[in-house]
T-cell receptor, first 111, second 114 residues
Framework: EAAVTQSPRSKVAVTGGKVTLSCHQT?????MYWYRQDTGHGLRLIHY???????EKGDIPDGYKASRPSQENFSLILELASLSQTAVYFC??????????FGKGTRLTVV | AQSVTQPDARVTVSEGASLQLRCKYS??????LFWYVQYPRQGLQLLLK??????VVQGVNGFEAEFSKSNSSFHLRKASVHWSDWAVYFC????????????FGKGTQLIIQP
């Protein structure tokens, strides 16, 4: 079964601090994504990547950076965390053809 | 840009009753559409997907959806709901042919009454 593992599962960060969310997939997928989910909203695309060492901006990239050091790993980086970035973050992977597989999410609270 | 609208934020259904969750999409061209389900504190799981062809698609756990180009809709249906169907349901459209850069609706919370 396709597996996307996110770490940590939850985190409390201080405003202005740096936060790194990690994602690891064992699906051998080339495509990886970071989404953000806010209460009452669907998922919105932050960054995505089609190949290692290359990332692309999604619909809401401001305040976020992404890193794809290998096919399996995709990180989301908040250089200066802000209160407005409190949300649940989902990583996903896929082949671009049939299905996108999601991790269980990381609940980030910025205080 | 494409978009997805789920007009009902919350739907309440009695256990054993039938269900329809509505989804309207906006997409230039032929859409590739998906329904995902999110159980509490879980990630999203695929229920079913529509690729151009038969407008009625079957999914897991007795769910099905019907694509209508004329109505720009992709409604989800189930003949008889179970308490375990209590979850949030998301409709999504792919940015390309296939499954890539999905755009999601805001989701519909399904509540099951005993």
């Amino acid at each position: 079964e396709a597996a996307v593992t996110q770490s940590p599962r939850s985190k409390v960060a201080v405003t202005g601090g740096k936060v790194t969310l990690s994602c690891h997939q064992t699906n051998n997928h080339d495509y990886m994504y970071w989404y953000r989910q806010d209460t009452g909203h669907g998922l919105r695309l932050i960054h995505y990547s089609y190949v290692a060492d290359s990332t692309e901006k999604g619909d809401i990239p401001d305040g976020y950076k992404a890193s794809r050091p290998s096919q399996e790993n995709f990180s989301l980086i908040l250089e200066l965390a802000s209160l407005s970035q409190t949300a649940v973050y989902f990583c996903a992977s896929g082949t671009g053809d049939t299905e996108v597989f999601f991790g269980k999410g990381t609940r980030l609270t910025v205080v | 840009a494409q978009s997805v609208t789920q007009p009902d934020a919350r739907v309440t259904v009695s256990e054993g009753a039938s269900l329809q969750l509505r989804c309207k999409y906006s997409y230039f061209g032929t859409p590739y559409l998906f329904w995902y389900v999110q159980y509490p504190r879980q990630g999203l799981q695929l229920l079913l997907k529509y690729y151009p062809g038969d407008p009625v698609v079957q999914g897991v756990n007795g769910f099905e959806a019907e694509f209508s180009k004329s109505n720009s809709s992709f409604h989800l249906r189930k003949a008889s709901v179970h308490w375990s169907d209590w979850a949030v349901y998301f409709c999504a459209v792919s940015d390309t042919e296939g499954a890539d850069r999905l755009t999601f609706g805001k989701g519909t919370q399904l509540i099951i009454q005993p």
